[in-house]
Nanobody, 121 residues
Framework: VQLVESGGGLVQPGGSLRLSCVAS????????MNWVRQAPGKGLEWVSV????????YWTESIKGRFTISRDNAKNTLYLQMNSLKSEDTAVYYC???????????????WGQGTQVTVSS
């Protein structure tokens, strides 16, 4: 299993970024996928999840209306569109594969290496 995130960087408050995660080594469209973040000096925070077919997504309240999770199963790629970014969104963002196939039960499996997002003026 390999998960490779990209798209992070430095952005001003109110700006946008799109994160990507290219997956390999497993059948991508059999697994729900997550974004998880870790702000400096803080613990891990789950951000969003999308089902294996992309039909259903859930997200944490703090990013509601600003971030959108999506996936392109033909490209084995997971995305996180982040708009109206705030300083408190500064974190390392991880792409995380769900542990079991075709279910949201069971929690996290494999993790990517993360991509840094810094929101600052």
């Amino acid at each position: 299993v390999q998960l490779v995130e990209s798209g992070g960087g430095l952005v001003q408050p109110g700006g946008s970024l799109r994160l990507s995660c290219v997956a390999s080594g497993f059948t991508f469209d059999d697994y729900a996928m997550n974004w998880v973040r870790q702000a400096p000096g803080k613990g891990l925070e789950w951000v969003s999840v999308i089902t294996w077919n992309g039909d259903i997504a859930y997200w944490t309240e703090s990013i509601k209306g600003r971030f959108t999770i999506s996936r392109d199963n033909a490209k084995n790629t997971l995305y996180l569109q982040m708009n109206s970014l705030k300083s408190e969104d500064t974190a390392v963002y991880y792409c995380v594969k769900h542990i079991w196939t075709r279910t949201l039960i069971g929690g996290f499996g494999s993790w990517g290496q993360g991509t840094q997002v810094t929101v600052s003026s």
